[in-house]
């Protein structure tokens, strides 16, 4: 009786475990399916394209959280494009498709000029302030990415954070 | 260096190419070498492994090691980041190589799962 109950808990605990893992899989990008470890310096300078086809710029750098190792942002470089000079746009790397073409990464976003026009900007190489939730979160939810509070840092950071 | 201090307290955000060359210090504050490249996973955003390029530490010609990110320690000098790997030489000795630019072959559990068993940082599954 114990023994059934206890197996009964567990499974319980295994369909609760999986419908929470399907979620953050939800959360995640569906349809980025690159099954290999990328570079950083191969993602730099990588050309990426709008659904339409268009080349919208290269990837000019690559952010990451050093607490938790996650990719936050890759700073996209759309200077011809937008017919403008060279403008520098922060985009959640959740905002990428990803796949394999051929042994290389393809990456595609999707934007449009005006999208582009429109999206936060990055100045120089400022780029503490793009870790802080207050500058972060509304980039995510410009580009339609679920912002997760990092883990590690909502903890260990003090309010003072600037 | 005050071993309290030693956890991760970086609050920033690193730009990779920051942290391509950046050199790596133990506990026992020896150089141990730099940062040669990091391998990210595009479907998570999850960066895997640092590639460290060991040479005069060890005594022998330049090695590159892969170490999960995970188990380096960031502090802060001055307006720099500092990274700490708890490696002796013997450590370093003994970890799993890299050879040539072949980072494909670090992207199987079977690969990688011992090299995070290795250096002590829990694997951990990504759907």
């Known amino acids: 009786m114990n023994l059934i109950l206890k197996t009964l808990v567990v499974s319980l605990l295994l369909v609760l475990v999986g419908g929470a893992g399907s979620v953050a899989l939800a959360a995640k990008n569906p349809a980025t399916h690159y099954p290999a470890l990328v570079s950083a310096s191969e993602i730099k300078g990588t050309h990426v394209k709008n659904p339409q086809g268009q080349d919208l710029g290269a990837i000019d750098e690559v952010l990451i959280d050093p607490d938790t190792g996650q990719v936050r942002f890759a700073i996209l470089d759309v200077g011809g494009f937008l017919?403008?000079?060279?403008?520098?746009?922060?985009?959640?790397?959740?905002?990428?498709?990803?796949?394999?073409?051929?042994?290389?990464?393809?990456?595609?976003?999707?934007?449009?000029?005006?999208k582009l026009k429109n999206a936060p900007?990055?100045?120089?190489?400022?780029?503490?302030?793009?870790?802080?939730?207050?500058?972060?979160?509304?980039?995510?939810?410009?580009?339609?990415?679920?912002?997760?509070?990092?883990?590690?840092?909502?903890?260990?950071t003090p309010a003072s954070t600037p | 260096?005050?071993?309290?201090?030693?956890?991760?307290?970086?609050?920033?955000?690193?730009?990779?190419?920051?942290?391509?060359?950046?050199?790596?210090?133990?506990?026992?504050?020896?150089?141990?070498?730099?940062?040669?490249?990091?391998?990210?996973?595009?479907?998570?955003?999850?960066?895997?492994?640092?590639?460290?390029?060991?040479?005069?530490?060890?005594?022998?010609?330049?090695?590159?090691?892969?170490?999960?990110?995970?188990?380096?320690?960031?502090?802060?000098?001055?307006?720099?980041?500092?990274?700490?790997?708890?490696?002796t030489r013997e450590r370093l000795e003994k970890a799993p190589r890299v050879e040539g630019k072949n980072y494909e072959r670090?992207?199987?559990?079977?690969?990688?799962?011992?090299?995070?068993?290795y250096w002590d940082v829990e694997w951990v599954v990504t759907p």
């Open chain 2, 1 to 87: 260096m005050n071993t309290t201090q030693q956890e991760t307290e970086a609050a920033t955000l690193l730009a990779a190419s920051e942290i391509k060359g950046a050199k790596v210090t133990n506990f026992q504050n020896q150089d141990i070498g730099d940062i040669d490249e990091l391998l990210i996973e595009p479907a998570t955003g999850q960066v895997r492994f640092a590639v460290l390029s060991v040479g005069g530490f060890l005594g022998l010609g330049s090695t590159k090691v892969a170490v999960p990110w995970l188990a380096f320690q960031f502090g802060i000098d001055g307006s720099k980041t500092k990274y700490l790997l708890d490696a």
């Open chain 1, 121 to 156: 900007k990055v100045e120089g190489k400022n780029y503490q302030r793009l870790y802080t939730t207050t500058v972060a979160e509304p980039i995510f939810v410009y580009w339609k990415v679920t912002w997760i509070e990092p883990e590690s840092t909502s903890a260990a």
């Open chain 1, 83 to 114: 017919g403008v000079g060279s403008t520098r746009v922060a985009v959640p790397l959740g905002a990428f498709q990803i796949t394999q073409e051929g042994n290389k990464s393809k990456w595609v976003l999707d934007a449009d000029k005006e």
């Open chain 2, 106 to 117: 670090l992207y199987p559990a079977d690969v990688a799962e011992p090299i995070f068993g």
